[in-house]
T-cell receptor, first 115, second 110 residues
């Protein structure tokens, strides 16, 4: 298995600002993923972050709004840019790949409130 | 495309009751199947998984069997506890991406 930590665990931000969320894995992983979870809803995949290449974004999500970095096999960041109240959500990082028997393990999430 | 359908919640049970949460899927091939649990205010935890037909995943008293013929992966527990109150998500793995069900909220009353 893998242990994943995220920082910050929660934040309250002002409209128009940006927040960078960090995700750290305790072992090297092939793939890392960023999800958004609206209150009471299921998870929506934002993008897949692979080390050494550009992130792959899902429909409805763009790099200008959600830039992602993946500098090595244990770390990734997601930035939520130019925030609006509609960005208030839980942001979850997960890691998976062949080394983890194709299972994805999740971080505790970052709870974001935009005022 | 691939999809997962879960029974709608909330599901409310008394302590020690038998639990079934239905999950069916549509997929090409035979994907790995998962149940994740999300306790209030927390992230997702892997509860159990099955990687091929007739496999049974089990953990913490929960079980689910990969049924190819009915394309199902129903979650069961013989005797639930108040501490099992959470949201349960069924998912399948498709090209290294998880396809999620809508989630089922489970409420256990003492």
């Amino acid at each position: 298995s893998a242990v994943i930590s995220q920082k910050p665990s929660r934040d309250i931000c002002q409209r128009g600002t940006s927040l960078t969320i960090q995700c750290q894995v305790d072992s090297q992983v092939t793939m890392m993923f960023w999800y958004r979870q609206q209150p009471g809803q299921s998870l929506t995949l934002i993008a897949t972050a692979n080390q050494g290449s550009e992130a792959t974004y899902e429909s409805g999500f763009v790099i200008d709004k959600f830039p992602i970095s993946r500098p090595n096999l244990t770390f990734s960041t997601l930035t939520v840019s130019n925030m609006s109240p509609e960005d208030s959500s839980i942001y979850l990082c997960s890691a998976g790949g062949r080394g983890l028997m194709e299972t994805q393990y999740f971080g505790p999430g970052t709870r974001l409130l935009v005022l | 495309g691939d999809s997962v359908t879960q029974m709608e919640g909330p599901v409310t049970l008394s302590e020690e009751a038998f639990l079934t949460i239905n999950c069916t899927y549509t997929a090409t091939g035979y994907p790995s199947l998962f149940w994740y649990v999300q306790y209030p205010g927390e992230g997702l935890q892997l509860l159990l998984k099955a990687t091929k037909a007739d496999d049974k995943g089990s953990n913490k008293g929960f079980e689910a069997t990969y049924r190819k013929e009915t394309t199902s992966f129903h979650l069961e527990k013989g005797s639930v506890q108040v501490s099992d109150s959470a949201v349960y998500f069924c998912a399948l793995l498709s090209n290294y991406q998880l396809i999620w069900g809508a989630g089922t909220k489970l409420i256990i009353k003492p």
